[in-house]
């Protein structure tokens, strides 16, 4: 068992390894400020109670006070490209038709018809009208009310408000969020420093080229929870140390909604000194499934260079043919370290110049139990060209593994590791006799960042 | 026993995301074709039997357009609760002479 709890990195009790702050030191080009942010304030060390995961009483008041009050990502802009296209979002016992109205506009309606309830819209599609397929009441797909059959039937409706009910929207980066809170605070305000951090990264400009779902059998927390720390690395993705900086990852917290992770590559992890530079190289072309290629053959260490810089310069060659445009403005972090963003309270997002991957975590319909797991791959494309349709979702099987999705590579089998953990982290807490978990100071920090915010919402 | 019935229309003369309506051996048949490939079902809504003729295409899936079934070209299978019944299909290929042709049961 490796020993890195030695004192060192920026603030106090931190891995003794290489910080990444150091490593941006090392960057020929200018850095960009948000790269530079190193901030984590302390938010104590209490044990948790595990009934924020495993208890009904815990997903009722989030029910209750939770997802009525957050900004949430629905789905992107593409997947509705056209008027009338629109997209059933669903939130544990509520449900959202999320309907392009125009170019630049959309509008979310509460999905239940104003007769007898029925939902309007069973699936994701297109329509020029919602007509509700039990009898017949229609309306336009700005929600005003057009009709229902037999109209002498119903004079008692005609003082009453029949405009289909709607919740607030608003679009960072091509994502469609909406809020069910009339009186919730700006999208703009609440992702908050995000959008800036996303400056060099126009999301909005990307195409979906993946999207995999499948039920996983934790709470949606739990499942969320397996992408906020790097610390599992040691244990769970053993094979990729040799170019992971797992234990001198950074961790950083900004305001209630946004924290983010990151983790070097391109380097070994502290708790593999032994590994040569030429072993770094071959296994993160060869395991990441993020860079530009994915095979060492034919790569050699030129004499003289880090792995790191060797790898970063190779992607930055193939990901300018790819998109062709220039990187040159591009650091080695964004070229080859996982930077990514949580956005509270279920979405997280990459930065980079890879592909940039997305989770989402879901309730599972209104079981605690279970969640929705979903990742999806922005990709750039060549400029100039048409912009490539956005993926269909591959839905997969509950026994099916991630690796059985080969349009997300080599993140199938990394998955399908974390896999390994999350139903079993569930089914440990429900067993546990301590009642409680301890988290990690700094590791597991956003962790942490995350349940105090929940709380934020539960005590308001 | 399967019979192949030339649908006199150049595979050329449909686009990407367009459905045509034929009248084969007394059936109403929606020729489709989407992300470069062609598909024929049969055109009438397993829901309520409305025709399925400028329903959407996207990716593989076309749109009922009166309540919004979505059904997967490949396989006719529908998505949502509206209906479990599937689409026939039948296979379509381009023949010598550039026309579509089905392949009809």
Same mark, same amino acid.
């Given at each position: 068992?490796?020993?890195?709890?030695?004192?060192?990195?920026?603030?106090?009790?931190?891995?003794?390894?290489?910080?990444?702050?150091?490593?941006?030191?090392?960057?020929?080009?200018?850095?960009?400020?948000?790269?530079?942010?190193?901030?984590?304030?302390?938010?104590?060390?209490?044990?948790?109670?595990?009934?924020?995961?495993?208890?009904?009483?815990?997903?009722?008041?989030?029910?209750?006070?939770?997802?009525?009050?957050?900004?949430?990502?629905?789905?992107?802009?593409?997947?509705?490209?056209?008027?009338?296209?629109?997209?059933?979002?669903?939130?544990?016992?509520?449900?959202?038709?999320?309907?392009?109205?125009?170019?630049?506009?959309?509008?979310?309606?509460?999905?239940?018809?104003?007769?007898?309830?029925?939902?309007?819209?069973?699936?994701?599609?297109?329509?020029?009208?919602?007509?509700?397929?039990?009898?017949?009441?229609?309306?336009?797909?700005?929600?005003?009310?057009?009709?229902?059959?037999?109209?002498?039937?119903?004079?008692?409706?005609?003082?009453?408000?029949?405009?289909?009910?709607q919740v607030q929207i608003g679009t960072w980066g091509g994502f469609i969020f909406i809020n069910f809170d009339e009186n919730c605070v700006p999208l703009e305000d609440y992702l908050n420093p995000l959008p800036e951090h996303f400056s060099r990264f126009p999301l909005h400009?990307?195409?979906?080229?993946?999207?995999?779902?499948?039920?996983?059998?934790?709470?949606?927390?739990?499942?969320?929870?397996?992408?906020?720390?790097?610390?599992?690395?040691?244990?769970?993705?053993?094979?990729?140390?040799?170019?992971?900086?797992?234990?001198?990852?950074?961790?950083?917290?900004?305001?209630?909604?946004?924290?983010?992770?990151?983790?070097?590559?391109?380097?070994?992890?502290?708790?593999?000194?032994?590994?040569?530079?030429?072993?770094?190289?071959?296994?993160?072309?060869?395991?990441?499934?993020?860079?530009?290629?994915?095979?060492?053959?034919?790569?050699?260490?030129? /004499?003289?260079? &880090?792995? #790191?810089?060797?790898? =970063? %310069?190779? *992607?930055?060659?193939?990901?300018?043919?790819?998109?062709? @445009?220039?990187?040159?403005?591009?650091?080695?972090?964004e070229l080859e370290d996982a930077i990514l963003y949580m956005l509270f309270p279920n979405t997280q997002v990459w930065t980079g110049y890879h592909g940039n991957i997305v989770y989402r975590f879901l309730p599972n319909g209104d079981d605690h139990n279970s969640c929705i797991?979903?990742?999806?791959?922005?990709?750039?494309? /060549?400029?100039? &060209?048409? #912009?490539?349709?956005? =993926? %269909?979702? *591959?839905?997969?099987?509950?026994?099916?593994?991630?690796? @059985?999705?080969?349009?997300?590579?080599?993140?199938?089998?990394?998955?399908?590791?974390?896999?390994?953990?999350?139903?079993?982290?569930?089914?440990?807490?429900?067993?546990?006799?301590?009642?409680?978990?301890?988290?990690?100071?700094?590791?597991?920090?956003?962790?942490?960042?995350?349940?105090?915010?929940?709380?934020?919402?539960?005590?308001? | 026993?399967?019979?192949?019935?030339?649908?006199?229309?150049?595979?050329?003369?449909?686009?990407?995301?367009?459905?045509?309506a034929v009248t084969l051996e007394g059936k109403n048949i929606l020729i489709c074709k989407a992300n470069g490939d062609y598909y024929a079902v049969d055109n009438q809504c397993t829901h309520q039997r409305a025709e399925l003729t400028g329903g959407r295409i996207r990716n593989?899936?076309?749109?009922?357009?009166?309540?919004?079934?979505?059904?997967?070209?490949?396989?006719?299978?529908?998505?949502?609760?509206?209906?479990?019944?599937?689409?026939?299909?039948?296979?379509?290929?381009?023949?010598?002479?550039?026309?579509?042709?089905?392949?009809?049961?």
């Amino acid at each position: 068992m490796s020993d890195l709890n030695k004192v060192k990195q920026q603030g106090d009790k931190r891995c003794e390894g290489i910080s990444y702050q150091n490593l941006l030191d090392d960057e020929t080009i200018e850095v960009p400020a948000y790269l530079r942010e190193d901030t984590n304030p302390y938010m104590g060390n209490d044990d948790i109670s595990v009934d924020r995961w495993i208890s009904r009483d815990f997903h009722e008041q989030e029910k209750e006070k939770l997802w009525p009050k957050v900004w949430q990502m629905t789905c992107r802009e593409e997947d509705i490209p056209e008027v009338g296209d629109h997209h059933i979002y669903e939130i544990v016992d509520q449900s959202i038709i999320v309907t392009r109205t125009g170019e630049n506009e959309f509008k979310g309606f509460i999905n239940s018809c104003l007769h007898r309830g029925r939902i309007l819209r069973d699936c994701d599609g297109h329509a020029d009208e919602f007509v509700c397929p039990f009898h017949g009441a229609t309306w336009d797909i700005n929600g005003n009310f057009k009709g229902i059959p037999c109209k002498w039937d119903f004079s008692h409706l005609d003082e009453k408000d029949m405009s289909l009910p709607q919740v607030q929207i608003g679009t960072w980066g091509g994502f469609i969020f909406i809020n069910f809170d009339e009186n919730c605070v700006p999208l703009e305000d609440y992702l908050n420093p995000l959008p800036e951090h996303f400056s060099r990264f126009p999301l909005h400009d990307y195409y979906k080229g993946a999207h995999v779902q499948r039920v996983v059998q934790c709470n949606w927390k739990v499942g969320a929870e397996a992408f906020m720390e790097s610390f599992h690395t040691l244990e769970t993705h053993s094979e990729i140390l040799t170019f992971t900086g797992d234990a001198n990852s950074q961790y950083d917290t900004f305001g209630d909604h946004i924290s983010r992770s990151v983790t070097p590559m391109g380097i070994a992890s502290p708790h593999r000194p032994e590994v040569t530079e030429e072993e770094i190289m071959r296994d993160i072309l060869e395991l990441s499934g993020r860079m530009a290629t994915d095979s060492a053959e034919g790569h050699e260490m030129p /004499e003289g260079l &880090t792995a #790191r810089t060797y790898v =970063a %310069e190779t *992607n930055r060659e193939m990901f300018s043919e790819i998109i062709g @445009e220039s990187l040159d403005h591009a650091t080695k972090s964004e070229l080859e370290d996982a930077i990514l963003y949580m956005l509270f309270p279920n979405t997280q997002v990459w930065t980079g110049y890879h592909g940039n991957i997305v989770y989402r975590f879901l309730p599972n319909g209104d079981d605690h139990n279970s969640c929705i797991f979903e990742t999806m791959i922005l990709m750039r494309y /060549e400029k100039g &060209t048409k #912009r490539p349709d956005p =993926a %269909e979702k *591959n839905i997969l099987r509950p026994d099916q593994a991630f690796s @059985e999705a080969p349009e997300i590579g080599g993140l199938g089998p990394v998955f399908d590791q974390d896999d390994s953990n999350m139903a079993a982290v569930q089914k440990g807490m429900i067993a546990s006799r301590k009642g409680a978990v301890s988290l990690a100071s700094y590791q597991e920090s956003r962790i942490r960042h995350l349940h105090q915010t929940i709380d934020k919402y539960l005590n308001a | 026993m399967t019979t192949t019935a030339d649908t006199l229309i150049p595979a050329t003369d449909i686009t990407d995301n367009q459905t045509v309506a034929v009248t084969l051996e007394g059936k109403n048949i929606l020729i489709c074709k989407a992300n470069g490939d062609y598909y024929a079902v049969d055109n009438q809504c397993t829901h309520q039997r409305a025709e399925l003729t400028g329903g959407r295409i996207r990716n593989c899936f076309l749109a009922c357009p009166l309540h919004g079934v979505r059904f997967d070209l490949r396989t006719g299978k529908p998505l949502g609760e509206l209906t479990r019944v599937a689409l026939k299909t039948y296979p379509v290929s381009v023949a010598d002479d550039g026309n579509l042709h089905l392949e009809l049961d």
